[in-house]
């Protein structure tokens, strides 16, 4: 079974950066995708980004393209996401999702294996 841990989070000032990283215990199959979304108090929770484990296939919510980049190191079993120029907007929970499929998709109802999430606050 897998088991994801987010860790990275904090308090940034807009304009900003900061890195998540999603720690995967168990094996991640090469068929897998991995992805963050995001959730901001009282809203839904909202797609981020997912790459295939295998790295060939990646996809990006359109409005956040050019300041989010996620990346994974198979050899750490680690997914991160690199976040730049950050803004108030910004400012929700961020989780970590595993897909038993092998292209990136960008509902959430579709991955069954999610992290704890963590908290990122974007001060203006």
């Known amino acids: 079974q897998v088991q994801l841990v987010e860790s990275g989070g904090g308090l940034v000032q807009a304009g900003g950066s900061l890195r998540l990283s999603c720690a995967a215990s168990?094996?991640?199959?090469?068929?897998?995708?991995m992805a963050w979304f995001r959730q901001a108090p009282g809203k839904e929770r909202q797609f981020v980004a997912a790459?295939?484990?295998?790295?060939?296939?990646?996809t990006y919510a359109d409005s956040l393209k050019g300041r989010f980049t996620i990346f994974r190191d198979t050899a750490k079993n680690t997914v991160y996401l690199q976040m730049i120029s950050l803004k108030p907007e910004d400012t929700a929970v961020y989780y970590c999702?595993?897909?038993?499929?092998?292209?990136?998709?960008?509902?959430?109802?579709?991955?069954?294996?999610w992290g704890q999430g963590t908290q990122v606050t974007v001060s203006s």
């Open positions: 999702a595993r897909g038993p499929f092998q292209m990136p998709r960008t509902s959430v109802h579709e991955y069954d294996v």
């Open positions: 168990g094996r991640i199959f090469s068929t897998a995708v």
């Open positions: 790459i295939s484990w295998s790295g060939s296939s990646i």
